[in-house]
């Protein structure tokens, strides 16, 4: 069993749109989640920084974590064409993100 | 800033031909990784260095594969012999050094190398 299942997808929403992407883990040391963002043929960027358990918001953007549950979210708002990419959830044990476990990316295609 | 650099961008070579990948990273940046990224894998650490040492490479698959990091600016991926396994595309990603930073790890574009 791998430490980080996340479903590969493809999602396909419609412009407007509520999204959902989540994540799973077995470790239960993780205390810092992140989403990466990568576009087609881009490398990944941050879209998303979570400590511990609770939400955090920006603009658009939720994170959730539930790690009771071993749960993690990403919420996206009134989802756009621009939203297009593929979502990588990413943990570490330790604050310093020396190494981080990534999901194998979730596929998301937002249409007009 | 121009962010981290990768050399070549697409990298297409014979079985058992030897491959270079190259990395710059970030000015000021102390901690450089790299990682392969293949769809049935995701994207795996092989090897991350601080201040130009290798601390972690539990990472590295196989004697093929070393890197090294001869100064703060420049780092190489090599595989010899390449073999059509190691087709995927490998990320370059550096972080800073303060620790209120280093929350993330910024990547370069990636180099895409198929071996036939």
């Known amino acids: 069993q791998k430490e980080v299942e996340q479903d590969p997808g493809p999602l396909s929403v419609p412009e407007g749109a509520i999204v959902s992407l989540n994540c799973t883990y077995s470790n239960s040391a993780f205390q810092y989640f992140m989403w990466y963002r990568q576009y087609s043929r881009k490398g990944p960027e941050l879209l998303m920084y979570?400590?511990?358990?609770g939400n955090k918001e920006d603009g658009r953007f939720t994170a959730q974590v539930d790690k009771s549950s071993k749960y993690i979210s990403l919420f996206i708002r009134d989802s756009q064409p621009s939203d297009s990419a593929t979502y990588l959830c990413?943990?570490?044990?330790?604050?310093?993100?020396?190494?981080?476990?990534f999901g194998t990316g979730t596929r998301l295609q937002v249409f007009p | 800033d121009a962010g981290v650099i990768q050399s070549p961008r697409h990298e297409v070579t014979e079985m058992g031909q030897e491959v270079t990948l190259r990395c710059k990273p970030i000015s000021g940046h102390d901690y450089l990784f790299w990682y392969r990224q293949t769809m049935m894998r995701g994207l795996e650490l092989l090897i991350y260095?601080?201040?130009?040492?290798?601390?972690?490479d539990s990472g590295m698959p196989e004697d093929r594969f070393s890197a090294k990091m001869p100064n703060a600016s420049f780092s190489t991926l090599k595989i010899q012999p390449s073999e059509p396994r190691d087709s995927a595309v490998y990320f370059c990603?550096?972080?800073?050094?303060?620790?209120?930073?280093?929350?993330?790890?910024?990547f370069g574009p990636g180099t895409r190398l198929l071996v036939l």
């Open positions: 990413a943990m570490s044990a330790t604050r310093n993100t020396d190494k981080l476990i």
């Open positions: 979570t400590y511990s358990s």
């Open positions: 260095f601080n201040n130009n040492v290798p601390i972690d």
């Open positions: 990603a550096s972080s800073p050094r303060e620790e209120t930073t280093r929350e993330t790890q910024y």
